[in-house]
């Protein structure tokens, strides 16, 4: 017969549940058979708003009718108005828009670089990143990412990056070398375990990087967009970064990322230094706008702060029921549960009908849309539980 039959066309790099799925609407999709499934990941801390929400559909539909791209060697109206809009709503100054969050570390780091080399004069290019950190997966931002085990097989590693242990106060004093011109790190790491940065740590971080005059770039990839209980998971720590790296639930699911710098870091780029094709298109960008549009003017974060606050009250119940939760931690609507096995309990609880996530092996993340109800998380307690004694039986 046939020797055109060909196994998967797609390259195997994602280890995928058996679950296809074809609609979505708030807090919940569908699968081909129809069956509902409550969606607490979110397409990974994306679908901020929920899925297909209509604030940012409608917005995505209309540009749709007018113009889907141009390049970057044109003025772009919706663009311009979305920087506008990050740069009042945040410390930064000038945004840089790509496609994704590798992408935005990428202009982070190349930041970084050309800011000590061609602003400060200086030969300095070393970054200081933390262990369990993730980063994004080209190959600055794996370099950039302190995890070995992603790192296997693609060596050798971009130069120019070291690892200190995160959260780790007494290591810092090996923070500052000649050479050192910018510290990289996520406010919460949400890949490497949902592990929030202690206050005293971070403020320590910051303090050296003003003393030393070292950039100091936040990975808000994941905590951003009202993650966290505020637009930037930064803010309830009272530093100002100099950079700071977005993407994931800009676009609300449609692809854009992007750096946000003070006035003083973004000196680091000149006409012709660094760029994209896509980034930031006017398709791409009329969907960032919608959402963060909606993310600032109604009172969504407000009420994902009150949601984080009550899923984690139930969750901090539920762990007294439950002796194989062994920790609870995150922030706002990131939560992540310490378990001895996550993958067992986030399948456990696809075959309940609810979509949650693993960070590591030994963490189990929920990723809430920021526009849940206290009704759903009622219901997905409840699911929990039953996960729960279900494998402690
Ligand atoms: C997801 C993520 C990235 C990478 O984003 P991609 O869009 O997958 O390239 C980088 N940093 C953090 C903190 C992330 O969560």
């Keep these: 017969m046939s020797t055109n039959v060909k196994s998967d066309p797609l390259m195997s790099t994602y280890n995928r549940f058996p679950l296809t799925l074809v609609k979505g609407k708030g807090s919940y999709v569908w699968d081909e058979e129809g069956v509902q499934y409550l969606d607490y990941t979110s397409g990974i801390a994306t679908c901020n708003l929920g899925h297909v929400p209509d604030v940012v559909k409608e917005k995505i539909e209309e540009q749709l009718q007018e113009l889907w791209h141009c390049s970057n060697l044109y ?30 570390n990428e202009a982070a780091i190349k930041l970084a670089r050309r800011y000590a080399q061609k602003v400060k004069g ?7 990143t933390f262990t369990q950190s993730f980063h994004g997966r080209t190959l600055a931002s794996l370099a950039a990412t302190g995890q070995e085990k992603l790192q296997a097989g693609f060596y050798p590693m971009l130069p120019g990056f070291r690892y ?14 000649d050479k050192t011109c910018a510290v990289l790190l996520e406010i919460v790491q949400g890949e490497g375990g949902v592990v929030p940065a202690s206050l005293e740590w971070i403020t320590e971080v910051a303090k050296l990087c003003k003393e030393h005059d070292l950039l ?14 505020t637009l930037f998971a930064y803010e309830q720590y009272g530093i100002q970064p100099d950079v700071i790296s977005i993407a994931k639930g800009l676009g609300s699911g449609f692809p854009i990322g992007g750096i946000i710098a003070n006035e003083k870091a973004a000196k680091g780029f000149e006409p012709g230094t660094h760029g994209s094709t896509f980034g930031g298109n006017p398709l791409a960008s009329s969907a960032g706008l919608a959402t963060v549009e909606y993310l600032v003017t109604s009172d969504v ?3 994902a702060k009150e949601s984080g606050i009550y899923l984690e009250s ?18 706002g609507l990131l939560q992540g549960l310490v378990v001895k096995e996550a993958a067992k309990v986030v399948e456990k609880a696809r075959q309940h009908h609810v979509l949650i ?11 809430p849309p920021l ?16 996960v729960c004694k279900q494998l402690e039986s």
């Excluded at 939760?325 to 922030?331: F, N, Q, S, T, V």
């Design 75 to 104: 003025h772009i109206p919706v663009q311009e108005k979305l920087a506008s809009l990050l740069v009042e709503n945040s410390v930064g100054d000038a945004v840089f828009f790509c496609n994704s969050g590798a992408e935005a």
């Design 122 to 128: 200086t030969d300095a290019y070393e970054i200081v």
């Design 164 to 177: 200190l242990p995160y959260n780790d106060v007494s290591a810092l004093e090996q923070l500052v070398s």
């Design 216 to 229: 100091l770039m936040v990975d808000e990839i994941q905590t951003g967009m009202g993650r966290t209980g």
């Design 301 to 303: 974060i407000q009420r």
């Design 314 to 331: 139930q969750l901090q119940e539920l762990k007294t029921q439950c002796p194989m939760i062994e920790d609870i931690r995150g922030k």
């Design 357 to 367: 996530l693993t960070a590591g092996p030994n963490v189990v993340r929920i990723l």
């Design 371 to 386: 526009t849940t109800t206290k009704t759903e998380i009622d219901q997905f307690i409840n699911i929990l539980k039953l």
